[in-house]
């Protein structure tokens, strides 16, 4: 039980990593299971080979590098969504073994699915905003920062998967209290009152 407990956090933390790039976490599991720190699902052994590991390693560089076009990023994120959900399934399932596969894919498309295609959601109203604002300049900071909480989320998920989680949970919440401050605004506070102009003057005799 505690091991299918702990394959499914380290399948959301995964999937998470994949809402911030789609192969980053694919080439770190990778890359884990082929060093056998982590063991792969019925099916998915094929990512620990030599030749996945050079594919997710050269999808990854690719993908680093088309994010610091200016661009291109822009466009990227008209397939990104899709490509994360995809990518978080497949990360979720490959981890989550030892289940029946009606719950093991069931997992993987809610849970994976849905975590990954959230954060990558997220990311790109982040960066839609600071396009907005700096027309573009600050597209490249974004870019490394969502690059380095894909690595270390991935590295977390393995690693810590339950910190890992938890990180992602925070990081929600944060980027969901931002985005709202961002796009809505702040809330108007109420004037504030002024006692002296409220006092009504006493009547003098």
Same mark, same amino acid.
């Given at each position: 039980?505690?091991?299918?407990?702990?394959?499914?956090?380290?399948?959301?933390?995964?999937?998470?990593?994949?809402?911030?790039?789609?192969?980053?976490?694919?080439?770190?599991? @990778?890359?884990?299971?082929? @060093? +056998?720190?982590?063991?792969?699902?019925? +099916?998915?052994?094929?990512?620990?080979?030599?030749?996945?590991?050079?594919?997710? +390693?050269?999808?990854?560089?690719?993908?680093?590098?088309?994010?610091y076009v200016p661009w291109l990023d822009h466009a990227l994120d008209t397939i990104a969504t899709p490509a994360?959900?995809?990518?978080?399934?497949?990360?979720?399932?490959?981890?989550?073994?030892?289940?029946?596969?009606?719950?093991?894919?069931?997992?993987?498309?809610?849970?994976?699915?849905?975590?990954?295609?959230?954060?990558?959601?997220?990311?790109?109203?982040?960066?839609?905003?600071?396009?907005?604002?700096?027309?573009?300049?600050?597209?490249?900071?974004?870019?490394?920062?969502?690059?380095?909480? @894909?690595?270390?989320?991935?590295?977390?998920?393995?690693?810590?998967?339950?910190?890992?989680?938890?990180?992602i949970v925070a990081l929600l919440m944060w980027m969901y209290r931002t985005s709202r401050r961002v796009f809505? +605004?702040?809330?108007?506070?109420?004037?504030?009152?002024?006692?002296?102009?409220?006092?009504?003057?006493?009547?003098?005799?």
């Amino acid at each position: 039980m505690m091991e299918a407990v702990v394959s499914i956090l380290v399948g959301i933390g995964l999937a998470a990593a994949c809402g911030f790039r789609v192969f980053v976490p694919l080439l770190v599991l @990778s890359i884990a299971a082929r @060093s +056998g720190h982590i063991p792969l699902g019925e +099916g998915f052994q094929w990512m620990a080979s030599l030749p996945a590991m050079i594919a997710f +390693g050269t999808a990854t560089a690719v993908e680093i590098g088309a994010y610091y076009v200016p661009w291109l990023d822009h466009a990227l994120d008209t397939i990104a969504t899709p490509a994360a959900m995809l990518a978080g399934v497949i990360a979720t399932a490959a981890v989550v073994a030892d289940m029946p596969p009606v719950i093991r894919w069931g997992l993987a498309v809610l849970a994976g699915g849905g975590v990954a295609g959230t954060v990558q959601g997220a990311t790109v109203l982040t960066r839609l905003k600071s396009g907005t604002m700096t027309a573009g300049l600050a597209n490249p900071v974004v870019a490394t920062a969502e690059l380095a909480g @894909s690595l270390v989320t991935s590295i977390l998920a393995i690693v810590v998967p339950l910190l890992a989680v938890v990180l992602i949970v925070a990081l929600l919440m944060w980027m969901y209290r931002t985005s709202r401050r961002v796009f809505f +605004g702040r809330s108007t506070p109420s004037p504030a009152r002024d006692d002296h102009a409220l006092d009504t003057p006493s009547d003098k005799p």
